[in-house]
């Protein structure tokens, strides 16, 4: 079973750790932005205006990161920053690097569908690595109370 867990941390400290690490790769190139969350129609215009640059490889850096950084309105919510890293030499591989969780990592929240027993399991696993790091069940598929009201008969 897949369990997705998503790390919160905020620009400024990914930056701070890419900086840390940066001194001792060379020849490699870092761009971090916000998502930007389009409609079916705003992606496919500009992909329609880049699309060709992108093909014949003259798309400047910042057309190709643009790219990685879109994604369908119906994710707003997310609020998600990319990391883009190249490092010359290792393409088509990930880049590690160490960070420190404590100064990087503001919260982790886990899967909406996660049972209790294994969120239980989850939260154990992590307090022995990340302790002190807040830890929270996803409520995206919680649709809450509502009431309707119904006219009088």
């Known amino acids: 079973m897949d369990i997705a867990v998503q790390i919160h941390s905020t620009p400024r400290a990914l930056i701070a750790d890419l900086l840390a690490v940066a001194a001792s790769r060379t ?56 990391l883009l890293w190249h490092v010359q030499g290792v393409a088509g591989r990930i880049v590690k690097y160490n960070i420190d969780p404590f100064k990087t990592v503001s919260k982790i929240v886990l899967d909406p569908t996660v049972d209790s027993k294994l969120e239980d399991e989850i939260r154990s696993m992590l307090a022995l690595h990340v302790n002190g790091i807040p830890i929270e069940k996803s409520n995206l598929l919680d649709f809450g109370g509502f009431e309707l009201p119904l006219p009088d008969v």
């Open 27 to 82: 020849g490699s190139e870092a761009f971090i932005g916000t998502v930007q969350y389009a409609t079916q129609r705003e992606i496919q215009e500009l992909l329609t205006a880049i699309g060709p640059a992108l093909l014949e490889k003259r798309a400047t850096k910042k057309e190709l990161a643009s790219t990685l950084l879109l994604k369908r309105g119906s994710f707003d919510h997310e609020k998600e920053i990319r």
